[in-house]
């Protein structure tokens, strides 16, 4: 299967944190070929923006017809413009084109640099016209006219929580004639924020050029951001960069297999033979005989003797959506356990398969790289 082709229109960030190199670390990420026309040159770190340069709107717009014309493209993210004619430029274009359209309407740096003027600002209008959804933060949603202005243009808009005040962060999924879908997660206590917003615009662009639904796309983007935030690398002495390399949420409609669970006579020797070979213990709970460990490209491997293990071990296939899985499975005959939520965080169902090996389906969200019980990284 092709990855999905994912346009991002945007500025470029020196530091590679925001913008442009943001977009391509995560549209990479999460297994879409990443394409680009870039808007603006700019001289910034994590500490503020130096310097822009805006490019013509020819040049934006030919840059975006030569992706299209030749490699062809499933979704558009659009960021930072730099100028109104370039909104009217990128407008003119995508509105010949019949593709999702991912609008985030930046207009100041998480460093407080003001990257849109008032007449950009008002050109911004045709793009929410264009776009399938429209991302604003709480600065931004304010200067787009609020709630209620959004509501009168009919437009599907996530009224994003991050830079309001409190311990809980409330992102807010609008779309016309429809009840808003609420998420709640806890603020994380950390300054390498930087390109959050560049991030998951482009992290639910990307979903929605796999096929899949806004609702959901928006839910896996935020799971995208909240894993990259946690493995931000620590850089600069300001507004630092995600961490985008260390995150997997790579999950399609097909199941992946991500997790199998050995049994151990000996669980001291097992830990010692597996991080011999060069894993990663991430679990070490001798109580239980159980610990885990990570390759490097994110799969984990797990010894268990602490439950009477004595021939088979348990293989473990992570879902993006677990009751269709189950119920694909069912309708072609094979006999699933219901799922079950587990209090690690994980939601599991058990099936054998003709060896007597246990088949273990998973949905996982955050607790996939972060469960409560996972060593410190």
Known sequence: ????????????????????????KTITMLGGYAMTAITAITAQNTLGVTGVETL??????????????????????????GSAAIAHAVADTLETL??????DPVMIATSGSVLADSNTIAAFERLIGIATLTTP?????????????????????????????????EDRLVLPGCNPVVWTA????????HGTGCTLSSAIATFIGRGMALE??????????????????????????????????????????????????????????YKTLGLIQVVDSPKSGYARFE???????????????????????????????????????????????QHWGWREAWLDDPAGNRVCLYSAGLSRRYPPWALPR
């Open 186 to 193: 806890p603020r994380l206590d950390t300054r390498h924020n």
């Open 295 to 341: 390759a490097p490209g994110g799969v984990t491997l797990s010894v268990s003797a602490g439950h009477g293990e004595a021939v088979g071990g348990g293989i473990y296939f992570e879902c993006l959506d677990l009751d269709a899985a189950i119920s694909r499975l069912a309708n072609e005959g094979m006999a699933v356990e219901p799922a079950r939520d």
């Open 56 to 81: 013509s709107p020819e040049m934006v717009a030919g840059q975006i017809d030569a992706c299209v014309g030749d490699i062809g493209v499933d979704a558009v993210k659009i960021g930072m413009l």
């Open 216 to 273: 959901a796309a928006v839910e896996a983007g935020r799971s995208f951001v909240q894993l990259a935030l946690r493995d931000a690398p620590g850089f600069g002495a300001g507004h630092g960069p995600m961490g985008h390399p260390m995150v997997r949420l790579d999950l399609s409609g097909e199941l992946c297999l991500n997790q199998i669970t050995l049994p151990a006579r000996d669980l001291d020797a097992s830990v010692a033979f």
């Open 137 to 169: 933060n709480v600065p931004e949603l304010a200067a787009l006219g609020g709630n209620a202005a959004m509501t009168a243009r009919n437009a599907a808009y996530l009224a994003k929580g991050g830079d309001a005040e409190g311990e809980v962060v």
């Open 98 to 103: 019949d593709v999702p359209v991912v609008f």
């Open 1 to 24: 299967m092709n990855p999905p082709r994912i346009l991002s229109i945007a500025g470029s960030d020196s530091s590679g944190g925001a913008g442009i190199q943001a977009d391509i």
